[in-house]
């Protein structure tokens, strides 16, 4: 099974700061790695799937890149809505699996 | 637009069947290529995903729930559905359904139901 680990396990940014988040496989994933946003008592939100590409509707300020093991999602200016926590997940080998996530809390 | 909804018991005893039902609004469970999963996610804890089925019908399971799941897909319906064997406390999770057009993307997603494993 391939962990995925992601860090910081807590972010503290401010609005208008540019946020990133870091996830790191423990074998190759190639780019079959996708980030998801999730607020309390909310499903998960499709944000990046294939490590770049943007699911329908979300928004340009958020960006993914990487390959292999490393891949990294940044939010280029954090709006108040963007506080959540952020999963990855990979679709490479199943199981798939999902990181532990990152907190990003408002500093 | 597809939409998700999970419905099935919020409360199971233990050694007992989960049964839960996802419907679909706005695409059908049997047009391709789709894929129906389920995920769950304990509270306070991360997220796995238990399985998933394609629109073909066929399945694929997560090892280590393998041998207690079954997911299956009522066409007549447009539904698809989860059936967890022998629970214990440990299956105590809110439970999701979600798909995607390619395996292992989660497009869509329900809102999610709670179910308790508790005698």
């Known amino acids: 099974e391939i962990v995925l680990t992601q860090s910081p396990a807590t972010l503290s940014l401010s609005p208008g700061e540019r946020a990133t988040l870091s996830c790191r496989a423990s074998?190759?994933?190639?780019?079959?790695l996708a980030w998801y946003q999730q607020k309390p008592g909310q499903a998960p939100r499709l944000l990046i799937y294939d490590a770049s590409n943007r699911a329908t509707g979300i928004p340009a300020r958020f960006s993914g890149s990487g390959s292999g093991t490393d891949f990294t999602l940044t939010i280029s200016s954090l709006e108040p809505e963007d506080f959540a926590i952020y999963y990855c997940?990979?679709?490479?080998?199943?199981?798939?699996?999902f990181g532990q996530g990152t907190k990003l809390e408002i500093k | 637009q597809v939409q998700l909804q999970e419905s099935g018991p919020g409360l199971v005893k233990p050694s007992e069947t989960l049964s839960l039902t996802c419907t679909v609004s706005?695409?059908?469970?049997?047009?391709?290529?789709?894929?129906w999963s389920w995920i769950r996610q304990p509270p306070g804890k991360g997220l796995q995903w238990i399985g998933y089925?394609?629109?073909?019908?066929?399945?694929n399971y997560n090892p280590s729930l393998k041998s207690r799941v079954t997911i299956s897909l009522d066409t007549s319906q447009n539904q698809f559905s989860l059936k967890l064997t022998s629970v214990t406390a440990a299956d105590t999770a809110v439970y999701y359904c979600?798909?995607?057009?390619?395996?292992?993307?989660?497009?869509?997603w329900g809102q999610g139901t709670l179910v308790t494993v508790s005698s």
């Open positions: 074998q190759s994933v190639s780019s079959y």
């Open positions: 979600a798909s995607g057009p390619r395996s292992g993307r989660g497009d869509h």
């Open positions: 997940q990979q679709r490479s080998n199943w199981p798939y699996t």
């Open positions: 089925i394609f629109y073909s019908g066929s399945t």
């Open positions: 706005g695409g059908s469970v049997s047009s391709g290529p789709y894929y």
